[in-house]
């Protein structure tokens, strides 16, 4: 296993803070389909895009994904508790 300075990991978090995800890559990375995201969205299940250029041309922030997967968390830890 090879460990990755502690200085180069900070930096890639903080550059991945500032990506920007098009709703194919938030479906990926939510582990969903596209077509199941859109309907999140639609439905407003999930967030707003926080950039749009247009009525297809859409983006979400890193942080608005991440902060939408910790709320899913603690609403499943706490349906456990």
Same mark, same amino acid.
Do not use: C, H, N
């Given at each position: 296993?090879?460990?990755?300075?502690?200085?180069?990991?900070?930096?890639?978090?903080?550059?991945?803070?500032?990506?920007?995800?098009?709703? /194919?890559? $938030?479906?990926?990375?939510? @582990?969903?389909?596209?077509?199941?995201?859109? %309907?999140?969205? &639609?439905?407003?299940?999930?967030?707003?895009?926080?950039?749009?250029?247009?009525?297809?041309?859409?983006?979400?922030?890193? /942080?608005? $994904?991440?902060?939408?997967? @910790?709320?899913?968390?603690?609403?499943?830890? %706490?349906?456990? &508790?």
């Amino acid at each position: 296993m090879k460990l990755v300075d502690p200085e180069q990991a900070e930096q890639r978090l903080q550059t991945m803070d500032k990506l920007l995800f098009r709703p /194919e890559s $938030v479906a990926f990375v939510l @582990d969903i389909k596209s077509r199941t995201f859109r %309907q999140w969205v &639609a439905a407003e299940e999930f967030p707003p895009p926080d950039l749009r250029k247009g009525p297809k041309l859409v983006w979400w922030k890193a /942080e608005t $994904v991440k902060a939408y997967v @910790d709320r899913e968390i603690e609403k499943w830890q %706490q349906a456990g &508790a």
